[in-house]
């Protein structure tokens, strides 16, 4: 399968990463979590989140949201979120299912939502024939490619706790909006209130685990028996943690990143050239929405699959990945001016 735009999941796995697996591969160690790979790793965390910071190693994101979101919740409570978030759109319902909270849905602004846009949705506090507000729950970055300011993540942090709620952060790229940002991952996150935090690697490098953190050790206090019983906890850890260590080692999580990032702006540098295409979102991270002349989906999938975002208007996705090249941008950047019949 050709590269293309697709998905920064559909990318291969980082070398340094592969390297930390194989040298976790060798001998016995005690599974579970209970081995010097994935205690090595939470100390880490640790030292980039605070010493009280819990951690929680998962399978993939959807489980560190449901984990995350579980802990902090009963089946009467309810959980508010974009209308483009991830817990709302493809997570098969699994948010829902295993919580057994309501999802609210709000119409975000570039995929972000704001205190004003929450305020009409913290009602029926204390009355029992209401789903009780529990959760804002904000992807950074976001659905649309967006990236929260801290003060907008404050903001939110700040409603929830006047309201005896909490902020979660889906954060599946939460790399690419440190790289986005130019600041560490806890000057957005836990310093500007957020409480449960699910951090992500699978898309910038990683083969697969994700962390869940608390910074109230109060709320994860059941958290493993929930992490068992919804069958994430990995009995062999030690290849979860060993890959978060390659991760955090001389900050590697920062150039694929930042090569993804760099990739998205050239992305969009390009196609801004050509009039019959409009970028629909702001680019602040490594994804690039765009509306395209209906003609060039199809053949432009033949050669760099990608996918449609909104059939009505023409939207599309261009996700790029640690290994999308330069090249490759001016490839299929001539490519749609080929199709389009533009001087090259």
Partial sequence: MKKGFASDNNSGVLPAVFKAMEAANNGHVLGYGNDPFTQKAISLFKERFG??????FVFNGT???VLGLSSITQSFHSIICA?????QEDECGAPEKFTGCKLIPIEPVHGKITPEAVLPHLKGFEFEHHSQPRVISISQVTEMGTVYKPEEVQALAELAHRNG???HMDGARIANA???LGLDFRKFTRDCGVDVLSFGGTKNGMMMGEAVLFFNPELSRLTKYIRKQSTQLYSKMRFVGAQFVAYF???LWKEPATQANKMAK???SEVTKIPQIRITEPVEANGI??????KLIEPLQKEFFFYIWNEQTSEVRWMCSFDTTEEEIMSFTKLIKKLLYLKT
Avoid at 83 to 87: L, Q, R, S, V
């Fill in 165 to 167: 709620m909490y902020l």
């Fill in 249 to 251: 080692e001389n900050d």
């Fill in 289 to 294: 929405f765009a509306e395209i002349p209906r």
């Fill in 51 to 56: 010493e009280d910071t819990e951690v929680f």
């Fill in 266 to 268: 050239l992305l969009e």
């Fill in 63 to 65: 489980g560190a949201n």
């Fill in 178 to 180: 440190a790289v986005s």
């Fill in 83 to 87: 209308e483009t978030a991830h817990i």
